[in-house]
């Protein structure tokens, strides 16, 4: 590798006081996140000051690779004790680094710095042939649900490059198709939502936490009412309209956007709450975090999140909540639905044993 390479550890407290010296955003070298994200990371009361949070790796003032590692809880069985894991959230490598072991030695050096205690929510296909070697489980086997809603001209090209050819067509044809199917099914979600009414918040208040706990009982990481306010802070997005920042940024972790926020609501009926619903607006993209509810009152707050997508001018929908997504296909009309087999992967080193234990949108998700 080469000899100009600087690898980093970087800990919570070297976070902090990388954040009073402003060492990553002065611009004297590449920011391996942005500042809102670095504040927000601090703010996490499951970290302590010598857990280590990322690896850095940097030849010169370029960042060339980058590990990012979210400390958290799970519990180990239903309703049982917790245990402290980190969640392996981002493994980056730049493209001059791919044909090298620096990517395996960033990771390798993230799993030793903490003991092996990782969790994996999903495993993405250019990492699989790294964790197929190392002492890790699969479990939570699910699926992955994307609605689209409209022709999705970024979905075409991603999928068939030589479409570019036709740009300008496309774009004409998914803004067309966007706003057509957007009429249809904001006129069923209006229709079946005459008697709901919606309480939109930027942090959950004690009231609503009341409503909500019963509903995260079985999660396999333990909420509270302090850790869902600091997973639904939007101060950790910063709103750009300089598009080099928000490309500079999307290889690391991607806060910075010129359309980033998360909606969230409760969902009332006769005065009474009936569901919790929050999600990350990301461009058009829609991504359930929560969507809380019981059998009696599902559907209505299925149409409820419709409602709010279209209105929040969303056209495309993730979640990974089986359930959600095969009745938003059968009730909402939609273009394309791409469905992804994922699975979790825990360290053995964890010990503990994940069988029987799901993952859900909330868990684990920390764009």
């Not at 955003?25 to 927000?40: G, H, M, R, T, V």
Request: aromatic share 10%; with cysteine; net charge positive.
């Amino acid at each position: 590798m080469n000899n100009n390479l600087e690898v980093i550890a970087l800990t919570k407290k070297d976070l902090r006081e990388a954040i009073a010296l402003n060492t990553y955003w002065d611009n004297s070298i590449e920011a391996p996140f942005s500042k809102n994200k670095a504040l927000w990371m601090l703010n996490n009361k499951r970290s302590d000051d010598d857990d280590t949070l990322a690896i850095l790796a940097y030849e010169n003032s370029a960042l060339v690779s980058f590990v990012c590692v979210v400390p958290d809880l799970i519990r180990k069985k239903e309703g049982g004790n917790v245990k402290k894991v980190f969640w392996s959230h981002r493994w980056w490598v730049s493209d001059n680094y791919k044909d090298t072991i620096l990517s395996t030695y960033t990771k390798g050096m993230s799993l030793n710095a903490l003991d092996n205690q990782i969790v994996i929510k999903f495993l993405g296909d250019a990492t699989k042939a790294y964790y197929e070697k190392q002492n890790f489980t699969r479990f939570s086997e699910r699926d992955r649900h994307i609605i689209v809603f409209s022709l999705n001209y970024d979905l075409l090209i991603y999928k068939k490059s030589s479409l570019k050819k036709i740009k300008g067509l496309l774009k004409f044809l998914d803004k067309a198709s966007g706003k057509l199917i957007s009429l249809i099914n904001g006129k069923k979600s209006s229709n079946r939502t005459k008697l709901l009414s919606y309480k939109y918040v930027s942090h959950l208040d004690e009231t609503n936490w009341n409503f909500i706990k019963e509903y995260c009982a079985d999660d396999i990481v333990p909420k509270t009412l302090e850790y869902i306010n600091w997973q639904l802070n939007n101060d950790q997005y910063q709103v750009s309209t300089n598009i080099t920042d928000e490309l500079k940024d999307n290889c690391r972790l991607g806060s910075i956007s010129n359309s980033i926020s998360n909606l969230n609501f409760i969902v009332n009926k006769d005065d009474k709450p009936i569901g919790f619903i929050s999600g990350l607006v990301l461009g058009k993209r829609f991504i359930v975090r929560y969507f809380l509810s019981n059998k009696n009152n599902f559907d209505s707050c299925l149409d409820a999140l419709i409602k709010n997508m279209i209105k929040s001018k969303c056209t495309l929908l993730q979640t990974e909540n089986d359930v959600l997504g095969d009745r938003i296909k059968s009730r909402y009309l939609n273009l394309y639905v791409d469905t992804r087999k994922l699975f979790s992967l825990i360290h053995d080193d964890v010990g503990i044993d994940a069988t029987n234990i799901t993952v859900k949108d909330q868990d684990g998700n920390f764009l």
